[in-house]
Every structure is written in C-alpha cells, then in structure tokens.
C-alpha cells in the first residue's frame, strides 16, 4: 500500500518560510504528477502546486512567486518550498499524487502550517 509521509509544518512569523517534505515509501517515478493542496477551516481543499512527470509546474494565483515545488526522483520525495508567509497561508497542507491521468488518489495525512506573530 502507498504510503505517503509528509514533514515541515510548524508555527513560523509573517514573511518567514517553511519547508514541506512528502515522502513516498514507492518509486514517485510513477506517477503523472505530483502536489500540494491545502485546506483553511470554513474554506474547501486547493491546489497550490503540481509538478508533472515531464517537470512542468503551476502554481495557484495566491503563491505564486512564493512558493516552489520540487522533486527528488531518487529520494522518492517531493517539496513545498514556501517563503514570505503570510497569515493566509494558515492551512492543514496535504501532498497528493496522480497515479492516473486525471485523479488524485494518493494523499497524505496533512500537515499543518500556522504563520502568525
């Protein structure tokens, strides 16, 4: 069964940055993409970075220019970088892979991410 582990969430200041890990315990080379949702309480889940397996990212409108997704083929791990936090960006932050084309069927637990002074 696949598993994935993620890591980095915490309690940081606005303008700060965190670092999210997910940590596959198969070969991440199989899937057709990979992300990051997030989910505020009251809001609906998001999508706030994909990384294709041909290495292609997008980002959502609100994290553009602040946050970078990455992978790591041979660690089987993918990355949240995220910087100039701001209070919005309070969530639970889950990774999720696509193992078919069109559906996000593998997830994590969630992590969560709190920016505030």
């Known amino acids: 069964q696949v598993q994935l582990v993620e890591s980095g969430g915490g309690l940081v200041q606005p303008g700060g940055s965190l670092r999210l890990s997910c940590a596959d315990s198969?070969?991440?080379?199989?899937?057709?993409?990979m992300g990051w949702f997030r989910q505020a309480p009251g809001k609906q889940r998001e999508l706030v970075a994909v990384?294709?397996?041909?290495?292609?990212?997008n980002y959502a409108d609100s994290v553009k220019g602040r946050f970078a997704i990455s992978r790591d083929n041979a660690e089987n791990t993918w990355y949240l970088q995220m910087s100039s936090l701001k209070p919005e960006d309070t969530a639970v932050y889950y990774c999720?892979?696509?193992?078919?084309?069109?559906?996000?069927?593998?997830w994590g637990q969630g992590t969560q991410v709190t920016v505030s002074s």
């Open positions: 198969g070969s991440i080379a199989r899937y057709y993409a």
């Open positions: 990384v294709t397996s041909s290495g292609t990212t």
């Open positions: 999720a892979a696509r193992a078919s084309p069109t559906i996000w069927d593998t």
